[in-house]
């Protein structure tokens, strides 16, 4: 069955770094997403992406934040100067349409814990 | 914007039936959608209600009322299996794509 892979799982970096967080969406799929979830809280939205460009994103998503489909199948978040509270888990999802259910299909996670 | 307002947690046994509640208020209203999450997994989508009415996925069942800006989730025949996160979310339909998500109820189920 398709699935949205993550890499890495876990990174642990120190403040000011920067964070690449990779993603491989559904290959059909157009629709792409970051969220975030703090340890036992709500998952936020953070952006959204469609036909190469942002299509929505959260006040969460300031410029420390940007995204990138750098070829046909793989999906990046990016965090410039990571802050003690950007740590949490980032999902990627991806959806087929915005139609029908619009049901997002979602990686694993990958965690970020910043030192 | 957007908000979503759901239990924070529910516990029932095994083999009942329960019902989390979720109330939203959104600016531009598409449907609305619940996801499970485990323990350190994913959300994994559970149903979707675009129109008023029941839909109904084998033991799970969801509700929405657009004009009450409500929808439940029903599980029956509760399993242990079934002790996880339960998130309701709400497409907007407004501007791009994007699913806003409730603070989830947890669920925990007793034998």
């Known amino acids: 069955e398709p699935e949205v892979t993550q890499t890495p799982s876990h990174q642990v970096t120190q403040m000011g770094q920067e964070v690449i967080l990779r993603c491989v969406p559904i290959?059909?799929?157009?629709?792409f997403y970051w969220y975030r979830q703090i340890l036992g809280q709500k998952v936020e939205f953070l952006v959204s992406?469609?036909?190469?460009?942002?299509?929505?994103k959260s006040e969460i998503f300031d410029d420390q934040f940007s995204v990138e489909r750098p070829d046909g199948s793989n999906f990046t978040l990016k965090i410039r100067s990571t802050k003690l509270e950007d740590s949490a888990m980032y999902f990627c999802?991806?959806?087929?349409?915005?139609?029908?259910?619009?049901?997002?299909?979602f990686g694993e996670g990958s965690r970020l814990t910043v030192l | 914007g957007q908000s979503l307002e759901q239990p924070s947690e529910v516990t029932a046994v095994e083999g009942a039936i329960v019902q989390i509640n979720c109330t939203y208020q959104?600016?531009?209203?598409?449907?609305l959608s619940w996801y499970q999450q485990h323990d350190g997994g994913a959300p994994t989508f559970l149903s979707y209600?675009?129109?008023?009415g029941l839909e109904e996925t084998g033991r799970f069942s969801s509700f929405l009322s657009r004009s009450d800006s409500y929808g439940y989730l029903l599980l029956q025949e509760l399993q242990m299996k079934d002790s996880a996160s339960y998130f309701c979310?709400?497409?907007?339909?407004?501007?791009?794509?994007?699913?806003?998500f409730g603070a989830g109820t947890r669920l925990f189920v007793k034998a």
């Open positions: 959104t600016s531009g209203f598409y449907g």
């Open positions: 209600n675009a129109l008023d």
């Open positions: 999802a991806s959806s087929g349409a915005t139609g029908g259910t619009g049901e997002l299909f």
């Open positions: 979310a709400v497409r907007d339909g407004t501007g791009g794509f994007k699913t806003i």
């Open positions: 290959s059909n799929h157009l629709y």
């Open positions: 992406f469609y036909n190469n460009e942002i299509s929505e």
